[in-house]
């Protein structure tokens, strides 16, 4: 494998009540991004963390701070999370119509664009925005809770993905049951960056959990 595999562990899944610590500890490790799934309650069943809590975790670390927006709407809340630190921003194709404005207005701010895809929605959706998109977020589980089990299709949805975007620089992220078992295939089809929530921060090492990923 040429490519380097990046390992972004997702705070979604660390201890809320040390989140600084955690931090700190996770790029100690040796991971590549920091992956913050941010949830609103509607878009997704669920509610995590906004804007405020980004900001106040950004002096911890100079990590890349990697933002999945699974909220609707999306565009009123990009400068906020400009703003709080992220250095990658990825809004999701289901949540709005106008997904084009969306990613022309992250990367307005100097940004990295990126666009989210739930398990049932096609690549196809990309086809129109390819050449506005710097990474391809593949949720391998339904999202809006953590812990949920890899849904193994997801590893043939990658390939198509690798064909269709060619020799662009766009890289393709899975987020949602990623283990060192379930990472090796994906790799193998040619994913980027494998995002790991209990497979790092539920791990009493995590510098080893983190290359176990990473070598899968």
Known sequence: MSRAIKVAPSLLAAD???????????????????????????????ISFGADIIKALRPASDITFDVHLM????????EGFVEAGAAIISAHV????????????IRSFGVKAGVALNPSTPISSLECVLDRIDLVCLMSVNPGFGGQKFIPNTVNKVRRLREL??????EIEIDGGVT??????????????????????????????IEAIRNA
């Open 165 to 170: 975007l060619g020799d662009r620089p766009v």
């Open 71 to 78: 909220i609707s709407p999306v565009d009123a809340y990009i």
């Open 16 to 46: 809320y009540g040390r989140l600084t610590e955690e931090v700190q500890a996770i790029t100690a490790a040796g991971a590549d991004y920091l992956h913050l799934d941010v949830m609103d309650g509607h878009f997704v069943p669920n």
């Open 94 to 105: 289901e949540a709005g119509p106008h997904l084009d404005r969306t990613l022309q207005l």
């Open 180 to 209: 060192k078992e379930t990472a090796g295939a994906l790799i193998e089809a040619g994913a980027d960056v494998l995002v790991a929530g209990t497979a790092v921060f539920r791990q009493p090492d995590y510098a080893d959990a």
